[in-house]
């Protein structure tokens, strides 16, 4: 849960929603990673991010990896301890705006096969070199933001924030927006649905018509965002050109909330 507090008619807060980063991968784009954090920095933005913050392909009994896919830096007999040091060092300077880092299939397959949390041991030395507390975020989890209007006492409608880092494959024609229809049965209390994995950017708001326990009737907005990737694979020869895939949404989403007329409201942009 995040308290904000002093919520007056100019009040904004900007938050960074990222995944599938794959930060280790030598197909990795840093220089656009690094371009948003330091927009992050510069807004005073907190950063979300759902998983797949590692690639952690190119150990030494992963049948998916590849000696032309491992960075100069990682070739290395302690391939795994490698990436989290060199991944603390870069990630420095943004340890404080980040609020919440969760994992994905790339980092639960490594605890699974290898009996490493990656995200566990990164975190934790992330805090030991900036004091930054970070929240360790499972697959999936709730983040719920409360708004203290002005100097008073009166707390404005909160917002809960769903993240998923995703599942399935590649969809080509749908590109996962067909979830949205689910997610919204199995999510009812959720006005915002963020989720990864697919590597496909949009965000769909869907209307919805609401009654309380006292019979009042209103309608609201829930918000499905899916977030693309910072990987920009080879479509030429390997995996994803044998199977066809097409190039990938590239970047993360910024989400702004201010208020207007007693109300907190959100609005959606690509980070590109």
């Given at each position: 849960m ?12 900007w938050?960074?929603?990222?995944a599938?980063?794959?930060?280790d991968s030598?197909h990795s ?11 992050a920095?510069?807004r005073g ?10 690639d ?5 009994n992963?049948r998916r990896g ?12 302690d391939?795994f ?12 300077p ?6 919440l880092m969760?994992?994905?299939?790339h ?9 490493l ?13 900036t004091?930054?507390?970070i929240?360790?975020g499972?697959?999936?989890g709730?983040?719920t933001?409360?708004?203290?209007r002005?100097?008073?006492s009166?707390?404005?409608t909160p917002?809960?924030l769903?993240?998923?880092h995703?599942?399935g ?6 590109r ?8 919204a049965?199995i999510?009812?209390d959720?006005d915002i ?14 209307p ?5 326990e006292?019979?009042?009737?209103s309608?609201s907005?829930?918000h499905?965002?899916?977030l ?5 694979p ?6 994803e050109a044998?199977?066809?895939f097409?190039?990938p949404s590239?970047?993360?989403?910024w989400m ?6 007693g109300e907190?409201k959100t609005e959606?942009t690509?980070?590109?």
């Amino acid at each position: 849960m995040v308290n904000f507090t002093g919520v007056t008619a100019t009040w904004e807060q900007w938050v960074l929603l990222l995944a599938d980063r794959h930060f280790d991968s030598v197909h990795s784009d840093r220089n656009l990673q690094r371009q948003h954090l330091d927009e992050a920095i510069e807004r005073g933005a907190l950063i979300i991010e759902i998983g797949d913050t590692f690639d952690l392909m190119q150990g030494r009994n992963d049948r998916r990896g590849s000696k032309g896919s491992v960075r100069p830096e990682h070739k290395t007999d302690d391939y795994f301890t490698s990436v989290i040091d060199e991944a603390i060092e870069w990630h420095k300077p943004y340890a404080h705006n980040y609020l919440l880092m969760g994992e994905g299939n790339h980092e639960t397959s490594i605890t699974r096969h290898a009996e490493l949390s990656v995200m566990r041991h990164f975190l934790q030395g992330l805090k030991a070199e900036t004091g930054a507390t970070i929240h360790h975020g499972a697959y999936s989890g709730y983040v719920t933001f409360r708004f203290l209007r002005g100097s008073g006492s009166k707390y404005l409608t909160p917002i809960n924030l769903l993240y998923h880092h995703g599942s399935g494959g590649n969809s080509p024609v749908t590109r996962g927006v067909i979830n949205t229809n689910r997610r919204a049965v199995i999510y009812p209390d959720a006005d915002i649905i963020v989720s990864g994995h697919l590597h496909s950017s949009w965000v769909v708001p869907l209307p919805r018509q609401r009654i309380s326990e006292r019979g009042i009737v209103s309608e609201s907005i829930q918000h499905h965002v899916s977030l693309g990737t910072y990987k920009r694979p080879n479509l030429q020869s390997g995996w994803e050109a044998e199977r066809g895939f097409g190039p990938p949404s590239v970047g993360g989403v910024w989400m702004r909330m201010f208020q207007r007329n007693g109300e907190i409201k959100t609005e959606f942009t690509p980070a590109q």
